[in-house]
């Protein structure tokens, strides 16, 4: 059973800065890919940043030069390093993973990984 807690998120301000961190259990291959999601009542949701299992890794178009993602495979922990806020940033933000082996392109465009987690809230306020 496959497992992931995130935690993070919160309120900030425009030009804030935000962490959120997902930890993986459960995961018995060591090639699979994770990533973040985000979602807004309007909006389908959408990738953020995806590292497959070459290590690669995607951003969107949105948060290339403002987001960072790391992973400490040590600790099957994810990372989402969010500085620079911007309003449009609010959404909730899901953590990921899928034991496909997708490049970090396509798999930020699908959007379909199997497994999910709950989702913290981020809000920026202008």
């Known amino acids: 059973q496959v497992e992931l807690v995130e935690s993070g998120g919160g309120s900030v301000q425009t030009g804030g800065s935000l962490r959120l961190s997902c930890e993986a259990s459960?995961?018995?291959?060591?090639?699979?890919?994770m990533g973040w999601f985000r979602q807004t009542p309007s909006n389908a949701r959408e990738g953020v940043s995806v590292i497959d299992s070459d290590g690669r890794i995607s951003y969107a178009n949105s948060v290339k030069g403002r987001f960072t993602l790391s992973q400490d495979t040590a600790k099957n922990t994810l990372y989402l390093d969010m500085d620079s806020l911007k309003p449009e940033d609010t959404a909730i933000y899901y953590c990921a993973a899928d034991l496909r082996q997708l490049p970090a392109p396509l798999a930020l465009l699908l959007a379909d990984f199997t497994y999910w987690g709950q989702g913290p809230q981020v809000t920026v306020s202008s």
């Open positions: 459960g995961l018995t291959s060591r090639n699979y890919s």
